[in-house]
């Protein structure tokens, strides 16, 4: 149930100021809050005062609603124009939620004296001194949490100013990092290509060969064109003008850069741009050994060189230049031992009823020289001795010991000595002159109207003999020590019969031995290889037909060891009457050959 006051009458300050006191005294009573109560008081003393400064009278009704268990009491207050109608609602109405509030008191509550209304007014300023108090104390508060939050946000923002360094400063280390890791990448790119380079041009000792593979390890990456000047060489210095900077180079020895803008690189001359490249810049970089050999000459790929290459170009440069002086110096030392192997072998001689043909092929690694050689002459009894052997090792030494191996052997057969003579007065030689060289030698000994020859090997891999038919027979029979070896013996010799249109077939185990295989396999090759070979090849040419014979036999080779191959073919009987059968020769059971040991190895057709 609601509580209606009478109307107050609002007509002048004095009342205004006593319903004001009244309402302030009932919301007191009612244990309104007091800042609650403030406000309202003030809301309504706001529309008191806009009231009185209207014409016309205005009323005051005050409501009050005690508390029930559905919903608070509360404290209203109404203001209208006098004679406004109670059924309409006035114009300013405000309602204070509040304890079970008194009852609304009645005019004459407000008859009070003006002590009394004095008393009220002074107790209003009581509240007001209560809310500025509470007031000043939030405003305490409130300028200590602005502090506070001004020194978080000072602290934020020095902690946002350290984020965004330390954001700054990782992404320079990352910077840094990228720069780095790229620089690397660059440095082992360059690295590698300055190994596999240098590993190229030094794999070879053709000088040639390594001006040839520099194009393409250069062009197009490091340069777009890259030529080499061989200051020895008379036809590359014939060939067109060389640019000033090449000159310059081969001249004070340093590097020279030619382009219409400095290079700015450590250790490398400025020139004027090229006359001959007078738009594209020029690296003339000279190749030095042991002293300036030439000069490597670049045209950049873009418009500079790179620092970083130039340094990776200048090192392989000087690896250029020692890998082509050694080159060229193996080629000098190399072009000097074919000329002192070849004074070494013999002009095969010219002898009725026997054809000779050789062949030597020097080692194709090492200086190309060893102690593998041929030799055939007369003795004064007009026999043949067709000759030949294989010192140990390989280089200058072998070959100056072949040559006196060859000498002291001419010197022995001029006393008309046979095979087994020679080789036994050789192995003395060597035993007391040479203790530590050895040497291997087969010779075969031919005389002039006789089918009979005679051979004797000192460890020599056999000779084959093939006849007129196509039969290959290796002489396998076990043959003497090696020379050289510090044992006293004697060298037996062994007779050979021979139909004529035989060929023998005298070798250096270069020819048959292989790493992979025995030297068995390579001789049982030789055989068939030798049997292969047409009767009318070997009669017609038989240079041609040792040519024949080397085909299938060097195909595997790996060049590691010389090679010689003497050929000795008796001349062939004349033909027979058509109506003869030719048989095949079989030697006598009591025959030198056949006591020999010999075995047949295959048949042409």
């Given at each position: 149930?609601?509580?209606?006051?009478?109307?107050?009458k609002?007509?002048?300050?004095?009342?205004?100021?006593?319903?004001?006191?009244?309402?302030?005294?009932?919301?007191?009573?009612?244990?309104?809050?007091l800042?609650?109560?403030?406000?309202?008081?003030?809301?309504?003393?706001?529309?008191?005062?806009?009231?009185?400064?209207?014409?016309?009278d205005?009323e005051?009704?005050?409501?009050?609603?005690?508390?029930?268990d559905?919903?608070p009491g509360?404290?209203?207050?109404?203001?209208?124009?006098?004679g406004h109608?109670p059924q309409?609602?006035?114009?300013?109405i405000?309602?204070?939620?509040?304890?079970p509030?008194?009852?609304?008191p009645?005019?004459?509550?407000?008859?009070?004296?003006?002590?009394?209304?004095?008393?009220?007014?002074l107790?209003?300023?009581?509240?007001?001194?209560?809310?500025?108090?509470?007031?000043?104390?939030?405003?305490?508060?409130?300028?200590?949490?602005?502090?506070?939050?001004h020194?978080?946000n000072?602290?934020v923002l020095a902690?946002?100013?350290?984020?965004e360094?330390a954001?700054?400063?990782?992404?320079?280390?990352?910077d840094a990092?990228?720069?780095a890791?790229?620089?690397?990448e660059?440095?082992?790119?360059l690295l590698?290509?300055?190994?596999?380079?240098?590993a190229a041009?030094?794999?070879?000792?053709?000088?040639?060969d390594i001006?040839r593979?520099?194009?393409?390890?250069?062009?197009?990456?490091?340069?777009?064109?890259a030529?080499?000047?061989?200051?020895?060489?008379e036809?590359?210095?014939?060939?067109?003008?060389?640019?000033?900077?090449?000159?310059a180079?081969?001249?004070t020895?340093?590097?020279?850069?030619a382009?219409?803008?400095?290079?700015?690189?450590?250790?490398?001359?400025?020139l004027?741009?090229?006359?001959?490249?007078?738009?594209?810049?020029?690296?003339?970089i000279?190749?030095t050994?042991?002293?300036?050999i030439?000069?490597?000459?670049?045209?950049?790929?873009?418009?500079?060189?790179?620092?970083?290459?130039?340094?990776?170009?200048?090192e392989?440069?000087?690896?250029?230049?020692i890998?082509?002086?050694?080159?060229?110096?193996?080629e000098?030392h190399r072009?000097?031992a074919?000329?002192?192997?070849?004074a070494?072998?013999?002009?095969?001689?010219a002898?009725e009823g026997?054809?000779?043909?050789a062949?030597?092929?020097?080692a194709?690694?090492?200086?190309?020289?060893?102690g593998?050689?041929?030799?055939?002459?007369?003795q004064?009894?007009?026999?043949?001795l067709?000759?030949?052997?294989?010192?140990?090792?390989?280089?200058?030494?072998?070959?100056?010991?072949?040559?006196?191996?060859?000498?002291?052997?001419?010197?022995?057969?001029?006393?008309?000595?046979?095979?087994?003579?020679?080789?036994t007065?050789l192995?003395r030689?060597?035993?007391?002159?040479?203790?530590?060289l050895?040497?291997?030698?087969?010779i075969?000994r031919?005389?002039?109207?006789?089918p009979?020859a005679t051979?004797?090997?000192?460890g020599h891999?056999?000779?084959?003999?093939?006849t007129?038919?196509g039969a290959?027979?290796?002489?396998?029979?076990?043959?003497?020590?090696?020379?050289?070896?510090?044992?006293?013996y004697?060298?037996?010799?062994?007779?050979?019969e021979?139909?004529?249109?035989s060929?023998?077939a005298?070798?250096t185990d270069?020819?048959?031995?292989?790493?992979?295989?025995?030297?068995?396999?390579?001789?049982d090759?030789?055989?068939?290889?030798?049997a292969?070979?047409?009767?009318?090849?070997?009669?017609?040419d038989?240079?041609?037909?040792?040519?024949?014979l080397?085909?299938?036999?060097?195909?595997?080779?790996?060049g590691?060891?010389?090679?010689?191959?003497?050929?000795?073919?008796?001349?062939?009987?004349?033909?027979?009457?058509?109506?003869?059968?030719?048989?095949?020769?079989?030697?006598?059971p009591?025959?030198?050959?056949?006591r020999?040991?010999?075995?047949?190895?295959?048949r042409?057709?």
């Amino acid at each position: 149930m609601t509580d209606t006051s009478d109307p107050w009458k609002i007509g002048s300050v004095s009342e205004a100021a006593r319903a004001r006191t009244t309402v302030a005294r009932l919301l007191a009573d009612a244990d309104v809050p007091l800042v609650q109560r403030t406000r309202f008081l003030t809301s309504l003393t706001a529309r008191l005062r806009e009231c009185l400064d209207r014409d016309g009278d205005w009323e005051l009704l005050i409501t009050t609603q005690p508390a029930t268990d559905e919903a608070p009491g509360h404290v209203g207050a109404a203001v209208r124009p006098a004679g406004h109608p109670p059924q309409e609602p006035p114009p300013w109405i405000r309602t204070l939620t509040c304890s079970p509030p008194a009852r609304p008191p009645g005019p004459r509550a407000a008859d009070a004296g003006d002590a009394a209304l004095a008393e009220m007014l002074l107790a209003a300023d009581d509240d007001s001194a209560v809310v500025l108090s509470r007031l000043d104390k939030q405003e305490e508060l409130v300028r200590f949490h602005r502090e506070e939050l001004h020194q978080t946000n000072q602290g934020v923002l020095a902690l946002h100013a350290e984020l965004e360094a330390a954001a700054h400063l990782q992404r320079q280390l990352l910077d840094a990092e990228r720069a780095a890791r790229t620089e690397a990448e660059n440095a082992r790119r360059l690295l590698t290509f300055l190994a596999d380079a240098s590993a190229a041009v030094t794999a070879s000792l053709d000088h040639e060969d390594i001006l040839r593979r520099l194009p393409d390890l250069l062009v197009p990456e490091y340069a777009s064109q890259a030529g080499v000047w061989l200051l020895h060489d008379e036809e590359t210095s014939r060939i067109g003008h060389r640019p000033a900077a090449a000159l310059a180079a081969a001249r004070t020895g340093r590097p020279q850069h030619a382009a219409a803008h400095p290079s700015g690189l450590p250790g490398i001359d400025d020139l004027p741009p090229s006359a001959l490249a007078p738009t594209q810049p020029l690296l003339c970089i000279p190749l030095t050994a042991r002293h300036v050999i030439g000069v490597l000459t670049l045209r950049a790929p873009g418009d500079r060189f790179a620092p970083d290459t130039c340094v990776m170009l200048i090192e392989l440069a000087r690896r250029i230049g020692i890998a082509l002086d050694n080159a060229l110096r193996y080629e000098q030392h190399r072009d000097t031992a074919e000329a002192l192997q070849r004074a070494q072998l013999t002009d095969l001689p010219a002898s009725e009823g026997l054809h000779l043909a050789a062949r030597y092929l020097p080692a194709t690694h090492g200086l190309n020289i060893g102690g593998d050689w041929y030799d055939a002459f007369e003795q004064r009894d007009g026999s043949l001795l067709a000759v030949i052997g294989d010192v140990t090792g390989h280089g200058l030494h072998a070959a100056v010991m072949m040559g006196q191996l060859r000498t002291a052997l001419r010197a022995y057969a001029a006393e008309e000595d046979g095979p087994g003579r020679i080789l036994t007065r050789l192995h003395r030689l060597l035993r007391h002159q040479q203790p530590d060289l050895y040497a291997t030698a087969a010779i075969v000994r031919f005389r002039p109207g006789e089918p009979t020859a005679t051979w004797a090997s000192a460890g020599h891999p056999p000779p084959a003999v093939r006849t007129p038919e196509g039969a290959v027979t290796v002489l396998d029979t076990k043959p003497g020590i090696m020379l050289g070896v510090p044992l006293p013996y004697t060298y037996e010799e062994h007779a050979l019969e021979l139909t004529p249109g035989s060929t023998i077939a005298l070798y250096t185990d270069g020819l048959v031995e292989r790493r992979a295989l025995g030297i068995d396999t390579g001789i049982d090759r030789l055989a068939r290889a030798l049997a292969a070979l047409s009767t009318r090849q070997l009669e017609q040419d038989l240079d041609v037909a040792a040519e024949a014979l080397l085909k299938p036999m060097l195909y595997d080779s790996a060049g590691d060891d010389d090679v010689c191959l003497l050929l000795c073919r008796t001349s062939a009987l004349p033909p027979p009457p058509p109506a003869q059968d030719v048989q095949r020769r079989v030697p006598h059971p009591c025959s030198p050959a056949s006591r020999a040991g010999t075995k047949s190895l295959g048949r042409s057709s």
